[in-house]
């Protein structure tokens, strides 16, 4: 299994690097088909989040298959603690799921068709960021990107910051989206809807409750 460690306004050191690979096997015993897990380490400026400094994100790419969690604290070490434990738990509903699907089961999933619309974010994943903090924000929308790159400029001197992103997605059902969703741990999930063929959004709502969002053209509604 490949594991990547990169860092986010912060240099990685050794140390960190060796626990990393010591606690790796958490994910192996649990996804050993795992065959690339990538770890980020972000630093946050801010003295007035220095409880929150530090975050880990974690990205296990098995096949097809991407599960996400991240985590923040004052130290990277139980950031890490903590977002590993957030993946070992979405890893084993992942391994329970496939279980269940070889023996005929399936989760019933309540879906709420409801109209409230999330705030949009762009879904991460775990292939390597390409940043271009030179570029104005025109060049960000209009630049070309190949499959997982994506580009990150700021506007002029404000806090303002735009990133774009090329996310390659397989059509699916809506009770698949939501499994996805819940893998990578957002609270919405961008995709292709299978049944339609409209690029769709699903996302949570409250409790037990989900929402669907599509888009189409008034064009090709009145079709």
Do not use: C
């Amino acid at each position: 299994m490949e594991i990547v460690v990169t860092g986010r306004h912060t240099q990685i050191k050794q140390r960190f690097r060796d626990v990393v690979e010591s606690k790796m096997n958490r994910v192996t015993a649990i996804a050993p088909d795992a065959q690339r897990v990538q770890i980020v380490l972000s630093h946050e400026g801010n003295p007035r989040q220095a409880d929150t400094a530090k975050r880990v994100e974690i990205t296990v790419i098995a096949g097809r298959t991407v599960v996400r969690a991240e985590a923040s604290s004052a130290d990277e070490f139980s950031a890490l603690d903590m977002a590993l434990d957030k993946l070992t738990l979405r890893l084993r509903r992942t391994r329970d799921r496939r279980k269940d699907h070889r023996r005929g089961y399936s989760d019933p999933v309540p879906v709420d068709l409801g109209v409230v619309e999330p705030t949009p974010e762009v879904e991460e994943t775990a292939e390597e960021e390409v940043e271009e903090p030179n570029n104005s924000p025109a060049d960000a929308v209009a630049a070309e990107l190949g499959p997982g790159e994506s580009v990150e400029v700021q506007v002029g001197d404000t806090p303002i910051v735009i990133r774009r992103k090329l996310h390659i997605a397989e059509p699916m059902t809506i009770d698949e989206a939501l499994y996805e969703m819940e893998l990578i741990g957002h609270d919405f999930f961008l995709f292709v809807n299978k049944e339609t063929g409209r690029p769709s959004v699903v996302y949570h709502r409250h409790g037990w409750s989900y929402g669907v969002f599509e888009i189409d053209t008034p064009e090709n509604v009145a079709k």
